[in-house]
């Protein structure tokens, strides 16, 4: 990818690194004050327990934004690499990606499949710092836009009819989708809109049962839906774990 004209942002936002180094700045200003003011005490060595814990948070999560960086430790493109080498297609078809966000997976799969077109959907709301300008300015940079379209979505309610794709994916968002509690169902409805003999890629926290319960169980439980889907074991990435569960979608 042409990361000079693109902007596929970070899993870790500048204005969170911003919040983190204000806590930073004001607690260390009163752990100045304190100590000026009445010395040694144990206030002081709360305050600078606190302070501590925010530089330490600060520099873990500086650590991670710069490990996700596309152009520097590029464990996003890893991460979306490694879910495209599992998605079994042939690429003759629509593709749908499902929480896009920038825009990055999407293009990676049109540059990958340059046959295909694809849909990107997304929420884009103010938590994240993606929006729909950008995905189509990554596209036009990247000389996919005639192939791709983005437009709003909730992942939980997809506005698209029964079997409509070829092929999905989507990359580390169902358990963030606030519209749906039971995160099974979120899998479900992508499976809904994939037609029977298209296949999907999804990468996900599915290995917490809290989320999920036993994936082992869920997966052949779809079935009945038409999804023959394997778990793959996770793979590891600067320790990055990302289980992914991928597979052709059974005629029924």
């Not at 077109?117 to 189509?136: H, I, R, T």
């Not at 029977?196 to 839906?225: H, I, N």
Request: contains cysteine.
């Amino acid at each position: 990818m042409d990361h000079k004209k693109t902007d596929y942002g970070n899993w870790v936002p500048l204005a969170l690194m911003k919040r983190l180094a204000a806590i930073a700045g004001a607690l260390l200003a009163g752990e100045v004050l304190l100590i000026v003011l009445d010395g040694p005490t144990a206030l002081t060595l709360l305050v600078g327990g606190l302070l501590a814990a925010a530089v330490i948070l600060w520099l873990y999560m500086l650590r991670c934004r710069v490990l996700f960086d596309f152009n520097r430790g590029g464990l996003m493109g890893q991460v979306h690499q490694y879910l495209t080498d599992h998605l079994p297609w042939d690429g003759r078809g629509t593709l749908l990606d499902i929480g896009c966000g920038s825009g990055a997976l999407t293009i990676r799969c049109a540059k990958r499949f340059p046959n295909a077109s694809l849909v990107g959907v997304d929420y884009w709301g103010a938590a994240w710092s993606y929006a729909k300008e950008q995905c189509q300015q990554n596209a036009a940079a990247e000389g996919v836009s005639h192939r791709v379209r983005f437009q709003k979505g909730d992942a939980a309610h997809l506005a698209f009819p029964d079997e409509t794709f070829e092929a999905a994916v989507s990359n580390f968002v169902f358990h963030e989708v606030r519209t749906q509690p039971d995160k099974r169902e979120v899998v479900r409805e992508a499976l809904r809109v994939v037609k029977k003999g298209g296949c999907f890629a999804f990468q996900d926290l599915f290995e917490k049962e809290s989320l999920y319960g036993d994936m082992t169980d869920f997966v052949p439980a779809s079935a009945g839906r038409g999804a023959g889907a394997p778990l793959h074991p996770p793979c590891g990435a600067a320790g990055f774990y990302s289980p992914l569960c991928a597979g052709p979608v059974d005629a029924l």
